[in-house]
């Protein structure tokens, strides 16, 4: 397997992402998927059970996506967005807007969820210079992940994926993440910034994904929306890993009763199989860039905006995502995950394990886990890999996030293996 043609060829010529060339294994060749399953060049079957990198839903090489886009690709590839328009787009966005969070009206297409937060960080700032007022400061979460261009890194929390870039990152204020009994000290601390000079505030609703699966109180994050609604602070929810049903609801921000000003989508907007990024904005944000002055218009765009092609698989995932069928595995996943959670809170060897829709996560306890560069996460991986299990643990958290199609059989392989692991752990 590691002498591979395709993983041979890879390794004088590829470069690959959070990838330590040097010292990093050959990576493995997968030539196929099919549902939960992606297959090697040697036909060894490895179950995803992080839908590759959280964006796949429906499973791999689904044959109505891969329908959708073939026809798609019969009649239009790709077309400027500026000036002209095409069905895909149009579908979608009339089709989104029906099943997003109330308020949201219209969609500002890109390419991915980094981009996806730009445009949301630049709808912000020029909302409030476009109205004539001077708003500047923007607030994220600690821990936050909204991606990895500059300024998705500055709304990102500050860590050694950052470090050589900090002194390039534009200001912004952390806060902490709500739990039971510190709301008002976050308060407290967004009044003592000047709210009046507060444009906006980013967040990952519910759940925070690369910051390691961290859930958080759901009662003192609405109290904290709730604030910043009341002292004009826009909200921009990132829902790039929590939508399309992630977290038990289609979208995270339907548990919460206030609605935000912006939605970033991306990852299971296309069901996995293709680059696409979505800004959805109020009226009001968008109302706040009509003019006749020319120099209130959004001067934001990318070649590959709204490309036909990965609007039309959207559409196609959007098709299935609203099947009905889609909802009964979510919530047969979640009946499962409930019960191999009561395994994994037992045991000695684990804490802080939680669940939130499909999202099962808890950390190991060992003695040097620490941090994300640990060997831990990389003894995990290779453990889960020799097991031909997807898992791929943010430091020493492990989590699991499969396609909803993911079988109950695939899925009890999964929880083995960590049975398994923990039975090492224990003897080690
Ligand atoms: C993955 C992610 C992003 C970045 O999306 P990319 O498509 O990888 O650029 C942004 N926000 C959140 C919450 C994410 O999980």
């Given amino acids: 397997?590691?002498?591979?043609?395709?993983?041979?060829?890879?390794?004088?010529?590829?470069?690959?992402?959070?990838?330590?060339?040097?010292?990093?294994?050959?990576?493995?060749?997968?030539?196929?998927?099919?549902?939960?399953?992606?297959?090697?060049?040697?036909?060894?079957?490895?179950?995803?059970?992080?839908?590759?990198?959280?964006v796949n839903i429906h499973g791999h090489a689904h044959p109505h996506i891969a329908q959708q886009l073939a026809a798609q690709a019969l009649q239009l590839q790709h077309c400027i967005f500026a000036g002209y328009t095409h069905p895909p787009a149009v579908n979608l966005a009339e089709r989104l807007l029906q099943i997003l969070p109330a308020g949201q009206r219209r969609v500002f297409y890109s390419d991915n969820?980094?981009?996806?937060?730009?445009?949301?960080?630049?709808?912000?700032?020029?909302?409030?210079?476009?109205?004539?007022?001077?708003?500047?400061?923007?607030?994220?979460?600690?821990?936050?992940?909204?991606?990895?261009?500059?300024?998705?890194?500055?709304?990102?929390?500050?860590?050694?994926?950052?470090?050589?870039?900090?002194?390039?990152?534009?200001?912004?204020?952390?806060?902490?993440?709500?739990?039971?009994?510190?709301?008002?000290?976050?308060?407290?601390?967004i009044e003592a910034l000047q709210t009046e000079q507060i444009a906006a505030f980013i967040f990952e609703p519910l759940l925070q994904g690369a910051g390691g699966m961290i859930m958080y109180d759901r009662a003192g994050f609405e109290q904290l929306l709730q604030y910043c609604r009341a002292k004009d602070i826009l909200l921009i929810a990132?829902?790039?890993?929590?939508?399309f049903g992630r977290t038990g609801t289609n979208f995270a921000m339907e548990q919460v009763s206030v609605q935000p000003d912006m939605i970033c989508l991306s990852k299971g907007l296309t069901g996995g199989s293709m680059a696409l990024g979505i800004t959805t904005c109020t009226a009001a944000i968008y109302d706040?860039?009509?003019?006749?002055?020319?120099?209130?218009?959004?001067?934001?765009?990318?070649?590959?905006?709204?490309?036909?092609?990965?609007?039309?698989?959207?559409?196609?995932?959007?098709?299935?995502?609203?099947?009905?069928?889609?909802?009964?595995?979510?919530?047969?996943i979640n009946g499962l995950h409930t019960r191999f959670l009561e395994t994994l809170q037992a045991s000695p060897l684990i804490k802080n394990a939680r669940l939130l829709g499909t999202i099962l996560a808890?950390?190991?306890?060992?003695?040097?886990?620490?941090?994300?560069?640990?060997?831990?996460?990389?003894?995990?991986?290779?453990?889960?890999?020799?097991?031909?299990?997807?898992?791929?643990?943010?430091?020493?958290?492990?989590?699991?996030?499969?396609?909803?199609?993911?079988?109950?059989?695939?899925?009890?392989?999964?929880y083995d293996s960590i049975r398994t692991l923990l039975v090492q752990l224990q003897t080690s």
């Fill in 1 to 54: 397997m590691q002498t591979s043609s395709l993983s041979a060829r890879d390794q004088e010529v590829i470069w690959h992402p959070y990838t330590q060339m040097q010292t990093a294994p050959a990576p493995i060749g997968i030539v196929r998927g099919e549902g939960a399953l992606l297959f090697d060049e040697d036909n060894n079957s490895y179950i995803d059970a992080t839908s590759s990198w959280w």
């Fill in 113 to 189: 969820g980094s981009t996806a937060v730009e445009v949301a960080l630049k709808m912000a700032l020029q909302y409030w210079d476009n109205k004539g007022l001077r708003k500047q400061k923007i607030l994220a979460f600690k821990n936050a992940y909204h991606g990895d261009t500059f300024g998705a890194m500055s709304v990102s929390q500050r860590s050694v994926f950052t470090r050589v870039f900090d002194d390039f990152l534009f200001e912004v204020h952390f806060l902490d993440v709500p739990t039971p009994d510190n709301v008002t000290d976050i308060m407290a601390h």
């Fill in 238 to 243: 990132d829902e790039v890993m929590t939508g």
């Fill in 288 to 332: 706040a860039f009509l003019s006749n002055d020319k120099l209130k218009t959004l001067f934001h765009g990318h070649s590959f905006t709204a490309n036909p092609l990965a609007c039309s698989v959207a559409l196609a995932s959007l098709d299935l995502f609203t099947d009905p069928a889609c909802k009964t595995n979510r919530t047969r």
């Fill in 362 to 414: 808890f950390e190991i306890t060992t003695p040097n886990a620490d941090g994300y560069t640990n060997n831990l996460a990389d003894e995990l991986h290779r453990f889960f890999k020799a097991r031909r299990i997807m898992l791929r643990p943010l430091g020493n958290t492990l989590y699991i996030l499969p396609p909803y199609c993911i079988t109950d059989e695939q899925l009890e392989q999964v």
